[in-house]
T-cell receptor, first 114, second 113 residues
Framework: DTEVTQTPKHLVMGMTNKKSLKCEQHMGHRAMYWYKQKAKKPPELMFVYSYEKLSINESVPSRFSPECPNSSLLNLHLHALQPEDSALYLC?????????????FGSGTRLTVV | AQSVAQPEDQVNVAEGNPLTVKCTYSVSGNPYLFWYVQYPNRGLQFLLKYITGDNLVKGSYGFEAEFNKSQTSFHLKKPSALVSDSALYFCAVRENNNNDMRFGAGTRLTVKP
């Protein structure tokens, strides 16, 4: 299995809703990432987990809450989002820190906040 | 912090012609450089990487890139463009192999028949 699987592919939520994005990989990668991508813009790093521990938080608002329950799963919990949070949310994984290589990206979750 | 610049928002080439998508980088340590391609409503697909060694790196789908340390550049090239190469291309850099990959603004490549 050489893929990163993200669910759901599309999500529409109201500003008072609570929802979660899910990311899964079975490549044995020990680093996982959340990126946010607005239309026609590059991906922006949100969070990095290394060996299931949060290692980078790029000053993301607390309405985004990441969780890494095990080495294969990465969740992003959403609460009280704003319309400007509408974007494509990309999950990626890579081998652990110290191992040189690129990232494997999922296809993303297209989030619309109404 | 590391960064990359892609000076062209858009590149247009005719099918069969060579293509170049430009990228320059800025790091204080050792650069690890990557190219990714993104098709509409999809995630990023890895094309190639430069870590060390030969300055000319060959990757997927006939793409290659040349690392030039003196010019701090890592331009993506292909000898003969295909219409199916039309997509958004991102250059990216990691510094000293930290877990912090930064992307350029992206270049939209359009290959016309």
């Amino acid at each position: 299995d050489t893929e990163v699987t993200q669910t759901p592919k599309h999500l529409v939520m109201g500003m008072t809703n609570k929802k979660s994005l899910k990311c899964e990989q079975h490549m044995g990668h020990r680093a996982m990432y959340w990126y946010k991508q607005k239309a026609k813009k590059p991906p922006e790093l949100m969070f990095v987990y290394s060996y299931e521990k949060l290692s980078i938080n790029e000053s993301v608002p607390s309405r985004f809450s990441p969780e890494c329950p095990n080495s294969s799963l990465l969740n992003l919990h959403l609460h009280a989002l704003q319309p400007e949070d509408s974007a494509l949310y990309l999950c990626a994984s890579s081998q652990a820190t110290g191992v040189v290589g690129g990232y494997t990206f999922g296809s993303g979750t297209r989030l619309t906040v109404v | 912090a590391q960064s990359v610049a892609q000076p062209e928002d858009q590149v247009n080439v005719a099918e069969g012609n060579p293509l170049t998508v430009k990228c320059t980088y800025s790091v204080s340590g050792n650069p690890y450089l990557f190219w990714y391609v993104q098709y509409p409503n999809r995630g990023l697909q890895f094309l190639l990487k430069y870590i060390t060694g030969d300055n000319l790196v060959k990757g997927s789908y006939g793409f290659e890139a040349e690392f030039n340390k003196s010019q701090t550049s890592f331009h993506l090239k292909k000898p003969s463009a295909l219409v199916s190469d039309s997509a958004l291309y991102f250059c990216a850099v990691r510094e000293n192999n930290n877990n912090d990959m930064r992307f350029g603004a992206g270049t939209r490549l359009t290959v016309k028949p």
